[in-house]
């Protein structure tokens, strides 16, 4: 019964061997209890970079007379609002306040 119960320990003492010599050699990290590990996530190549260069670069943001060409349209639109009645309301006097008088 000792001869078995030798040859069982000294086998499972080889494959915890053999298998930490694989995980030194690969580059592996060994992880016997099977507890969660943040390796395989943090192993993984970074991928910020390529969704940077997705995106094309705004030259909206760099060039001013662009900016006063919008600003310019949305005043100018803003306006004709206001000469229909459809603008926004003044501070104070929305729609809140309006039921807030009553």
């Excluded at 053999?18 to 590990?37: D, Y």
């Excluded at 970079?49 to 662009?66: F, L, S, T």
């Amino acid at each position: 019964m000792s001869a078995g119960g030798l040859k069982k320990m000294l086998a499972s003492a080889v494959v915890v061997g053999v298998t930490e010599a694989r995980a030194r050699i690969f580059g592996q990290i060994l992880n016997p209890t099977g507890q969660r590990s943040p390796h395989k996530i943090l192993r993984k190549k970074l991928i910020g970079d390529k969704v940077a260069e997705w995106y094309p670069y705004d030259i909206k943001n760099d060039d001013p007379h662009v900016m006063a060409r919008e600003e310019e349209e949305r005043l100018s639109k803003l306006e004709s609002l206001k000469r229909r009645g459809k603008g926004p309301p003044k501070k104070g006097q929305g729609r809140r306040a309006a039921k807030r008088n009553k």
